[in-house]
Nanobody
Framework: QVQLVESGGGSVQPGGSLRLSCAASGYPSSGLCMAWFRRAPGKAREGVVKVERDGRATYAHSVKGRFTISKENAKSVLYLQMDSLKPDDTAMYYC??????????????????WGQGTQVTVSS
């Protein structure tokens, strides 16, 4: 059983930055595909970025060039550095994981484990 706990959310002005963390326990993160999803008010949960075991990342078009994912396997922690934040980035952000290879699509049902979420609010 894998447990995921997110932290680092908060409120920030447009153009600002935040760094989210996701601590994994119960299984080495080196054996997991890990991802960040988000759900904005009134919208479906959407994929933001996913990272393979070898570090290869795939970003959603809406965040490419502004967000950076990284994983510290020694500590089993996943990070999401978010820069140049926009009001449209306001959402609950979730960490997700599945064993081995990342799914080709962004279907939430492909991911076995989920964190409880951390809120990000971008507003002036």
């Amino acid at each position: 059983q894998v447990q995921l706990v997110e932290s680092g959310g908060g409120s920030v002005q447009p153009g600002g930055s935040l760094r989210l963390s996701c601590a994994a326990s119960g299984y080495p993160s080196s054996g997991l595909c890990m991802a960040w999803f988000r759900r904005a008010p009134g919208k479906a949960r959407e994929g933001v970025v996913k990272v393979e075991r070898d570090g290869r990342a795939t970003y959603a078009h809406s965040v490419k060039g502004r967000f950076t994912i990284s994983k510290e396997n020694a500590k089993s922690v996943l990070y999401l550095q978010m820069d140049s934040l926009k009001p449209d980035d306001t959402a609950m952000y979730y960490c997700a994981a599945v064993f081995w290879t990342c799914p080709l699509d962004w279907l939430t049902s492909r991911y076995t484990y989920w964190g409880q979420g951390t809120q990000v609010t971008v507003s002036s």
